[in-house]
């Protein structure tokens, strides 16, 4: 056996700030504890370009990171997802948190192996938007080799109760209440 058969099969899901992710990370913790998978939670971000050296900090005079206050953000999302989606990790279920810079799809398609399960949540769209390419969903199912569960959002008229709106800071178009359905006329 190779290296990447001898070790056990884990659930790995993406989390971003959409509220679809969340749902994704719920389905994940009860299959991770039907299965006794471990779980992999991971949060890409886009890192910051630098053309130039951005120098040292001046009272410690060690590199500035620019990417720190990201992966700061990362972290803290992961734990709000968690605290979100299902309270806490059950008992059982062994977890551990990434945060990694790059491209969403690339990243999670390369940390996602053949025995592997790759979950990631879909938003609620309209039917044209979901025509539209872009989706990380729709590019890992065409990157990875392993088995991707999508795991839609439902519908916002089929929650109960709204979800906290500081839970995704600087996301404008999530977690805002949805407008009434419109009636036809």
Do not use: K
């Amino acid at each position: 056996m190779n290296g990447r058969t001898s070790r056990a099969p884990q659930l790995i899901v993406g989390i971003s700030r959409s509220r679809a992710s969340w749902w994704a990370l719920a389905w994940a913790t009860g299959e991770a504890q039907r299965r006794g998978a471990r779980l992999l939670l991971v949060h890409v971000f886009r890192p910051h370009i630098v053309s130039a050296p951005q120098g040292n900090d001046l009272f410690t005079g060690t590199p500035r990171d620019p990417d720190a206050c990201r992966i700061a953000d990362g972290y803290a999302l992961l734990r709000a997802a968690v605290d979100q989606a299902v309270g806490q990790l059950p008992a059982g279920v062994a977890a551990e948190q990434v945060v990694i810079p790059g491209r969403p799809a690339v990243e999670l398609a390369r940390l996602a192996h053949g025995g592997d399960v790759l979950v990631l949540g879909a938003r609620h769209r309209g039917w044209l938007r979901r025509l539209a390419p872009g989706s990380v969903a729709r590019a890992c199912t065409r990157r990875t080799e392993c088995l991707v569960v999508i795991v839609p959002e439902p519908a916002p008229s089929t929650l109960t109760a709204a979800l906290p709106p500081d839970a995704a800071r600087g996301h404008r178009h999530r977690w805002m209440p949805h407008r009434e359905a419109r009636t036809a006329s």
